[in-house]
């Protein structure tokens, strides 16, 4: 189990890596314009399959929005 | 005979021959947006980036507006030069492209930019390969120091975000146009069609609105109305306007009125 932050919410997930951690909440990793980033840093696409999801990281996940 | 392409609005490698930047937020229903940016004749349309909403998934505005036009994602809602730098690498991230329009407020109430944080984020993105157009002040100092950081554009205010109360101090709109060689975008602050013309003959090289179209009561109509008002701005500043005279002259002739 981690304690993760995800968009500012405090969770425990058993989650390995950032792809399983879309999976967790419900978004498809496949899903396009979605980015994502651990602890300040953008986790590339291709990178989401092997990227370890830590204990205590602070992760965001992102996609565009109606904007002016 | 007037060609759009003869005098198209080149940013950084990209040329357009609409100068309206177009938001996309705020509309009542996604048909009224896509109708409403079409209607405006944009090529630019700005998008932010929010976290996603863990509890329902859907399409995004990017399924929408994809393919048909140049989506610039922005910073909206950044305090500081460090989230700013972060949004702009998830909006690079996530639609594939290296523009941004930064965006660093100081407070909610006016939405001002935060120049300090806006400078330092400017510098950093350019170094990271951004294509940065920044939304500033109408402060000449800030838009040179802006250019001089290599910024592809300065998009500095008319009066604050949301506010239609146009352009509030076009002497120094006129002072950033001819000190700076990068396009100036009027960004925020227009509130209906002369204000978008006004900027363009003040030599401004764009206007970006958002709230002027879509929260008008016929936005389609608004979009319209923003269209031709910057092309009618622009038509009026390349034709140069005559000069200001405290006394009338008369367009008639004067010889050969009757009863003389």
């Avoid at chain 2, 507006?65 to 996530?94: V, W």
């Avoid at chain 2, 622009?234 to 004067?254: D, L, N, T, V």
Wanted: glycine share 10%; net charge negative.
């Amino acid at each position: 189990m981690s304690k993760i932050r995800i968009n500012g919410e405090k969770k425990s997930l058993s989650v390995a890596t950032v792809d399983d951690l879309l999976r967790a909440e419900a978004i498809d990793p496949a899903a396009r314009f979605v980015a994502v980033a651990v602890n300040g840093v953008v986790i590339p696409r291709g990178h989401w399959n092997r990227h370890q999801v830590q204990d205590g990281d602070d992760i965001e996940i992102v996609r565009p929005a109606p904007g002016g | 005979m007037y060609s759009p392409l003869e005098d198209a609005l080149t940013i950084a490698d990209k040329t357009f021959t609409s100068r309206l930047l177009i938001g996309s937020a705020q509309y009542p229903n996604n048909q009224v947006m896509l109708d409403a940016i079409a209607a405006s004749g944009s090529q630019i349309v700005t998008v932010a980036i929010r976290r996603v909403d863990l509890a329902g998934g859907g399409e995004t505005v990017l399924d929408l507006l994809e393919g048909d036009y140049h989506i610039l994602p922005n910073t909206a809602g950044c305090f500081t030069a460090k989230d700013a730098l972060l949004t702009a690498e998830l909006a690079r991230e996530a639609l594939e492209t290296n523009w941004i329009k930064l965006e660093v407020i100081g407070d909610r109430e006016t939405l001002y930019p935060d120049a300090e944080h806006l400078l330092t984020a400017a510098a950093e993105m350019v170094r990271r390969g951004f294509i940065v157009l920044p939304y500033c002040t109408d402060d000449p100092i800030t838009c040179r120091k802006l250019a001089d950081l290599g910024c592809a554009a300065v998009m500095p205010l008319g009066s604050p975000i949301g506010s239609g109360m146009g352009i509030l101090n076009p002497y120094n709109i006129e002072i950033i146009r001819a000190e700076n060689d990068i396009p100036v975008i009027i960004d925020a602050g227009i509130g209906t069609a002369s204000d978008a013309a006004f900027a363009m003959e003040l030599g401004c090289d764009g206007v970006l609105l958002a709230s002027a179209v879509s929260r008008a009561h016929d936005p389609v109509r608004m979009a319209t109305a923003m269209r031709h008002g910057v092309e009618g701005g622009r038509h009026a500043f390349r034709a140069g306007r005559i000069p200001r005279k405290r006394h009338a002259e008369a367009s008639s002739p004067q010889k050969g009125v009757i009863g003389t």
